[in-house]
């Protein structure tokens, strides 16, 4: 596919995200995609209906995600994002994350989806009762199929 096409895929897949509209972000993602959060321990998820679970664990305690991208950078299939998100949780406290993503790509779709950032950082922004959510949760919870 060509680099506007892997692009155009890259900012649907981030606004879905942003909308949580969970059927057009799993549109973008092929059948074998692996996503993963690179600094954690958990193995990632693989394949779209994992990949949408694992981040509804999340997702699903936000009242608002604020996506901001500041630098593209596309060539063949690789799409790589430098960009902030704003989480707004539930209760009102928000938390704000810099960091970089590796997006590779197969016939318009994402196959990889590998986010880079400061974990230590990210959750300290976390209210408790969030990271309380967080620990019931476990790599089994989107890993099977």
């Avoid at 593209?72 to 707004?88: A, I, K, P, R, Y």
């Avoid at 779709?109 to 974990?119: A, G, I, N």
């Amino acid at each position: 596919m060509s680099i506007d096409v892997n692009r155009k895929t890259v900012e649907k897949l981030w606004g879905s995200l942003s909308a949580r509209d969970w059927p057009a972000l799993e549109s973008c993602l092929a059948e074998d995609v692996h996503y993963e959060d690179v600094p954690t321990e958990d193995p990632g998820a693989r394949g779209p209906e994992n990949v949408v679970k694992r981040l509804r664990i999340a997702f699903d305690q936000l009242t608002d995600h604020e996506h901001r991208i500041h630098h593209v950078v596309c060539e063949g299939d690789v799409v790589f994002l430098d960009h902030t998100e704003v989480w707004t949780f539930k209760t009102g406290e928000k938390a704000t994350n810099q960091f970089a993503t590796l997006h590779e790509m197969r016939d318009g779709k994402v196959t990889r989806w590998s986010d880079y950032w400061d974990v230590g950082g990210f959750v300290a922004q976390f209210p408790q009762w969030f990271i309380q959510v967080m620990a019931k949760s476990s790599a089994a919870d989107f890993s099977a199929e």
